[in-house]
């Protein structure tokens, strides 16, 4: 195996003494004091995520936005200055490439965050849809991410600036923020449900950010907890938010996911139109369905959903939710299965396990 | 060490506890085990009248990221199981050696020549965690 890809915070997550595993072709701490605690801290305060680990490139010139509109299933002609929208990418088959952010510096200069372990494929899709008045580059190497999640997010942050972040309104981004003496980018997005911002700044600049942000409890109440991999996954998983690899694929497309608001079909072209146009014309065959195990155990990925003799569909997704202290999943299900309310079967280990379908999220922000 | 290893135990190489009272075996995690688990969430415990042998599958435990075999150490026949860890399996973590899993009869003078002393035990973990 290749050398594991290492962010600019590893020694951090080495310090702080994380369990390190390898996602994506990097070496991420997946949990540091225990994924139930770093949950409910997100929850509840604000934890720190190192998500360097994800791939930025930058889509500059005067073609940037067309260039957008035909890779990109969502809108990008709505985005104005400072705005973020999130869209998959398709295959012309209809298939999913990835699921991105757009962010708009303006209508000629757009950054592009993707998922860590599909850069080095997005680049190369990109690069081959690329047209002559638009420059595509990788900015992966010299771009160091941190997340702040939870609801303390915004007190802790703004005690490192004097920017005004609280008008600074969800899907929005100030391009230049001074954060505690260094330059960075900010905006109020995230992966976990609750209100937050995540930092782009330089991989130099990471650690001391990082260091001034766990520090900022001291004086104003609970300090950052240190977050892993194992937590956003849970956090992720509990407002329903799909993951590459899990809900979405290059043989999933966004519709089976659920994702109608994030294709236009009123935009004009764009790569998959057609193939994702006849399948929303003849229906689709699997959805996506929230699950909750009414049994003891924990629902996890690739386990066959029953109903009598016939498997209906397959887990896609599953933890256990410290949120709501039971086990929560998300499962493809022919699409005359989801009912919410209905009891169907998982199989566990050869056993079959009673299991609700709810609708989703299983947990809205401030619900508990 | 930051781990607890308890004197008077037997262990396996997979990190579980066994301790002999005559022909009865009570069988656990050890404290290093917990801690490299972390948040166990459920267990699915063996079957009472369960005939087990040594290094066989006898309980699965679920953290939230994983799914862990709990492998017997001795041949022998289930005969009790500890049912708080259903309601309450975090005791796994809160106290591993108090938290037993089974209890396990084994024929008299059973002997497993594969466990591993405290010393030895001590030694095992001490190279794992340094690795």
């Known amino acids: 195996m290749a050398e594991l890809l290492k962010t600019p915070l590893y020694e951090k997550h080495v310090a702080l003494k994380s369990d390190l595993v390898e996602y994506g072709g990097w070496l991420m701490p997946v949990q540091y004091e225990g994924v139930i605690t770093e949950v409910h801290s997100t929850r509840c305060s604000a934890a720190l995520f190192d998500t360097s680990h994800m791939g930025e490139f930058l889509v500059e010139g005067a073609g940037a936005t067309e260039f957008l509109q035909e890779v990109l299933t969502n809108d990008v002609s709505v985005l104005n200055e400072g705005r973020i929208i999130y869209s998959p990418i398709c295959y012309p088959h209809g298939g999913t490439v990835d699921d991105i952010l757009i962010y708009c510096y303006h209508p000629k200069k757009y950054l592009l965050v993707v998922n860590a372990a599909n850069s080095a494929k997005d680049y190369a899709w990109l690069s081959e849809k690329v047209r002559p008045g638009v420059v595509l580059s990788d900015l992966s190497a010299e771009t160091a991410l941190i997340a702040i999640q939870g609801p303390n997010s915004l007190s802790a942050l703004q005690s490192l600036t004097d920017a005004p972040l609280e008008q600074l309104r969800y899907y929005r981004f100030i391009p230049q923020v001074e954060l505690a003496g260094v330059n960075c980018m900010v905006s109020r997005t995230g992966y976990t449900g609750e209100d937050g911002f995540e930092i782009y700044c330089a991989p130099d600049k990471a650690a001391s950010i990082w260091d001034k942000l766990l520090e900022t409890g001291d004086d104003c109440g609970p300090s950052l907890t240190p977050a892993g991999l194992g937590a956003r996954d849970v956090l992720r998983l509990e407002v329903s938010l799909p993951l590459y690899g899990n809900e979405l694929s290059e043989k999933i497309t966004p519709l089976e996911a659920g994702l109608f608001r994030f294709v236009s079909f009123k935009k004009g072209f764009f790569i998959g139109r057609e193939a994702l146009q006849k399948q929303k014309e003849k229906g689709l065959t699997r959805q996506l369905a929230g699950l909750v195990l009414q049994d003891r155990g924990v629902l996890r990925k690739g386990y066959p959903v029953i109903e009598g003799e016939n498997e209906i569909g397959v887990v896609s997704s599953g933890t256990y939710s410290p949120t709501l202290n039971k086990s929560i999943g998300m499962a493809f299900l022919a699409p005359d299965k989801v009912t919410p309310g209905n009891l169907v079967e998982v199989m566990i280990r050869n056993k079959p396990r009673s299991a609700r379908i709810v609708n989703m999220p299983f947990y809205r922000r401030g619900s508990q | ?131």
């Open chain 2, 1 to 131: 060490m930051k781990w607890e290893i308890r004197k008077g135990l037997k262990y396996t190489k997979t990190h579980e506890w066994a301790d002999f009272k005559g022909d009865l075996v009570t069988v656990g995690i050890t404290d290093y085990a917990q801690d490299m688990l972390k948040d166990v969430v459920y267990i699915e415990p063996p079957e009472i009248g369960q005939k087990v042998q040594a290094g066989e599958s006898l309980a699965v435990l679920e953290s939230v990221k994983a799914v862990t075999d709990f492998y017997a150490s001795v041949d022998g026949e289930v005969v009790e199981i500890n049912e708080t860890l259903l309601e309450q399996p975090e005791l796994l973590n809160e106290d591993p050696y108090g938290a037993w899993v089974a209890k396990i009869q084994v024929d008299t003078g059973y002997e497993n020549p594969n466990l591993l002393d405290e010393d030895e035990y001590a030694a095992l973990v001490k190279k794992e965690a340094d690795q």
